[in-house]
């Protein structure tokens, strides 16, 4: 069984470009969401994805979007970033909404100069 | 909005002492999560606590969830090196979980 794997593991951008992040979900989990985790802090909800809709987003701007695929791989794209951006974003996988728990990526270190 | 609150934020032990973390909410929980983070890690699922008043055992662990759903703890009885890290709680929202300020435990050999 393979757990949830994140590409790419470090990523420096120039503020107001673009950032895509991805994600492969652990086997046999449906469900997918996108975590930002600033330094020191708790892990804030950005969205989740079931069955390749949107299913919940959190206080995040539209320039955080999202996509899941039917093999329930996501992506998370950022546009215009910012500084603030700069955060660990954690992927996390679960069967039906985590309920029995989510497994989490190891996180993409996004640094915005 | 849903807020939950844990103390104390850091800790510091000597090996062999025991530790817990509380964690509060401001809303009544439908069901409770517990992660562990290590040091340049990523959250772990450590467990799930529903029912009113439940507790739960994992070797040196023990988790607690209030009575009126409304508060937590995770206590470790005699702390090892490895249990160093930060311990978050985490409640369930509908499609979501809204994670606690989390305790940093660190353990002194």
């Known amino acids: 069984e393979t757990g949830v794997t994140q590409s790419p593991t470090h990523l420096i951008k120039t503020r107001g470009q673009q950032v895509t992040l991805r994600c492969s979900s652990q086997?046999?989990?449906?469900?997918v969401s996108w975590y930002q985790q600033a330094l020191g802090q708790g892990p804030q909800f950005i969205f989740q994805y079931y069955r390749e809709e949107e299913n919940g987003r959190g206080n995040f701007p539209p320039r955080f979007s999202g996509l899941q695929f039917p093999n329930y791989s996501s992506e998370l794209n950022v546009n215009a970033l910012e500084l603030d951006d700069s955060a660990l974003y954690l992927c996390a996988s679960s069967f039906w909404r985590g309920f029995n728990g989510y497994t989490f990526g190891s996180g993409t270190r996004l640094t915005v100069v | 909005g849903q807020q939950v609150m844990q103390i104390p934020q850091y800790q510091h032990v000597q090996e062999g002492e025991d530790f817990t973390t509380y964690c509060n909410s401001s809303?009544?929980?439908?069901?409770i999560q517990w992660y562990k983070q290590r040091p340049g890690g990523h959250p772990v699922f450590l467990i799930q606590l529903v029912k009113s008043g439940e507790v739960k055992k994992q070797k040196r662990l023990t988790f607690q969830f209030g009575e009126a759903k409304k508060n937590s703890s995770l206590h470790i009885t005699a702390t090892q090196t490895t249990d160093v890290g930060t311990y978050f709680c985490a409640g369930s929202g509908a499609n979501n979980l809204f994670f606690g300020t989390g305790t940093r435990l660190t353990v002194i050999p």
């Open positions: 809303t009544t929980l439908s069901n």
């Open positions: 086997s046999g989990h449906n469900t």
